[in-house]
């Protein structure tokens, strides 16, 4: 039988209850305990929690010596600390309901438990390490020992994810993870990413790793650059091409209807200009030749020889890379507007039984700078609204990252039913987390400005119930590492002539310099300290006074009464 931790103080409302502990270090805020209901285990998440004693404030006083060694000095045991914590009642597990609240608050006395691991796996995680269909993205982060915090790869698929954080909180970090992941032998997914940092190719290295492979199986890992990521403007469903011209006016629809309607079936951007004209010389005319000349010609994504086929990009067990660095943010909404239209069609195709393009497989698509494409302004809006809202019906799965979760429609986030929030600085992003993410609870959303890189709140249907979560390492290496200016600049001068005895010499003495400076003011801190805190409490010892300064009343009585006192506040 485990250990109780603490004990039940009292419940607060229906779902919450207080205990009382004198563990200081593992019941931290988010921290999983139970307590048992008719044998059976009712998990809550810890929300808070502050110490039962604090010290009296003339205690305080004095910056330079710890309270602590005043009541040393005072003959006060202070070895146990009490704390109250705060829980929340989530429930008992169970396996085709989830979780089922009691509403019953353990009563005053109830002994309380620190969740095991092996408990916490089974109740909040739908997968186990390794499963097929499992996502393995992390370990919880209040526990020493890894408990691995694993999310469900089929939910994510037909439901989403959003991942959403301010810059340089591991995002991009966590999406390889979750890339990885979808590649291993126990997933083998069909995956595509929008890359527009360049920053997803290292994953090509998976192909050579034994943790990817499998006796029949290995990943491949697809990079297209930006002369590879090509749409043929003849592949282009007219909606398609009408959707990339801007402004169009009913003459000019029409008219490049009939010029559209007259192509063959493999034309240039130039013949369909001809055409036009041919057609009709007029203000008309010439505006659509102008929109197509700058809108389609003008645009590198859009070729007149060059494609590529859904089938080269996407298939169980390949990970396609489209590197879409270089290239304008206009031309990058317009790719992901033609392709992801074309994915989800080709996907609608399958399930109907219709012929044309078809994908007979589930897919998943991580689209970085999520922002970008999804906000009401961008011309890959409304596929991306529409896939994030029938794309669950067709298996077409989205993972949006963004640093800008306020810049998305909230429409399309609501969509995301996992959501992973990282660090959020930006008051504006927090409020906005906090209105469109509402499986987070609001403690955990208290969490999101203390989070550093690599720590995250995971929620939604893929994980039972909300968790903080350690991101787990890379196997391979993240693209995305932040740039070393000052070493940058170092290795630069020390390669101009004779600047490497410049720098290195300099570098050496001020090194040298400083930890010497260093040892020196840490000794004669550390003494300062000693023979402050030998005159503190020799003064204490005196005058029964605590403060440093301040007038004394140097009599022995008055150490008897701030002693007690003391031991007043402190046991009380
Ligand atoms: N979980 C992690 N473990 C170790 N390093 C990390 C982790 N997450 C991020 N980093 C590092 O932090 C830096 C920024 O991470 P990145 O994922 O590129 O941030 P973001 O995409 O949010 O801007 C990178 O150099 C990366 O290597
Ligand atoms: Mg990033």
Not at 229 to 253: A, F, Q, W
């Amino acid at each position: 039988m485990p250990q109780p931790v603490g004990t039940v103080r009292s419940p607060e409302g229906t779902y919450e209850f207080t205990f009382v502990t004198s563990d200081e270090k593992k019941l931290k805020s988010g921290e999983f305990v139970y307590y048992i209901l008719d044998g059976k285990k009712v998990m809550c998440r810890i929300v808070k929690r502050k110490p039962l004693r604090t010290y009296p404030d003339s205690f305080l006083s004095s910056p330079t010596i710890h309270p602590s060694k005043i009541l040393k000095a005072l003959g006060i045991n202070n070895d146990t600390q009490l704390f109250e914590v705060k829980a929340c009642v989530m429930g008992y597990y169970d396996k085709k309901l989830g979780f089922v609240n009691p509403r019953i608050p353990p009563p005053p006395g109830e002994p309380v438990y620190l969740a095991e691991s092996d408990v916490i796996q089974e109740t909040l995680m739908k997968k186990r390490v390794g499963e097929i269909g499992s996502l393995h993205v992390g370990y919880l982060l209040n526990r020493d020992e890894d408990v691995p915090v694993v999310l469900d790869a089929s939910l994510i698929t037909s439901e989403h994810l959003c991942i959403l954080a301010s810059t340089g909180s591991g995002k991009s970090y966590l999406s390889g993870v979750i890339a990885e992941e979808l590649m291993k032998p126990y997933n083998r997914a069909a995956v595509l990413v929008l890359d527009p940092h360049g920053e997803y190719h290292t994953l090509k290295e998976m192909e050579g790793m034994d943790e990817f492979c499998s006796d029949n199986y290995r990943p491949r890992v697809r990079v297209f650059g930006k002369d590879e990521v090509k749409i043929r403007l003849c592949e282009l469903e007219y909606s398609e091409l009408v959707g990339i011209l801007p402004n169009l006016s009913d003459k000019m629809e029409a008219l490049l209807k009939n010029a559209y309607e007259n192509m063959p079936e493999k034309f240039t951007s130039q013949q369909l200009i001809d055409e036009i004209m041919r057609m009709d010389d007029s203000y008309t005319s010439r505006a659509l030749v102008w929109r197509i000349r700058r809108y389609i010609q003008g645009m590198d994504v859009i070729d007149d020889y060059i494609h590529m086929e859904l089938k080269d990009l996407l298939r169980p067990g390949q990970l396609s890379v489209l590197q879409l660095y270089e290239m304008s943010d206009l031309e990058q909404q317009v790719l992901a507007s033609v392709l992801l239209n074309r994915i989800l069609n080709a996907r609608i195709a399958a399930e109907k039984g219709k012929t044309g393009e078809v994908l007979e497989y589930p897919v998943f698509i991580i689209v970085e700078e999520a922002h970008r494409f999804a906000s009401r302004d961008a011309r890959s809006y409304d596929v991306m609204r529409t896939i994030l809202a029938e794309g669950r019906k067709f298996g077409v799965g989205v993972c949006l990252i963004s640093q800008r979760p306020s810049k998305i429609d909230p429409d399309i986030l609501s969509q995301c039913m996992t959501q992973v929030v990282m660090r959020i600085v930006n008051p504006a992003d927090q409020e906005n987390v906090r209105s469109s993410v509402e499986s987070i609870g609001r403690d955990l959303l208290d969490e999101l400005p203390g989070l550093t890189k690599g720590q995250a709140v995971v929620a939604g249907v893929s994980i039972n119930a909300p968790v903080l979560m350690r991101v787990r390492e890379r196997l391979t290496s993240h693209g995305g590492v932040s740039r070393d200016a000052p070493g940058e600049w170092m290795r630069w001068t020390s390669l101009m002539d004779g600047a490497v005895s410049v720098s290195s010499g300099f570098t050496g003495k001020a090194g040298n310099y400083s930890k010497e400076k260093d040892k020196k003011e840490k000794d004669k801190a550390e003494k300062d300290e000693k023979i402050e805190t030998g005159k503190e409490i020799e003064k204490v010892g005196k005058t029964g006074k605590a403060e440093k300064t301040g007038k004394s009343r140097g009599t022995k009585k008055g150490l008897k009464i701030k002693q007690k006192n003391a031991r007043l506040f402190w046991e009380e």
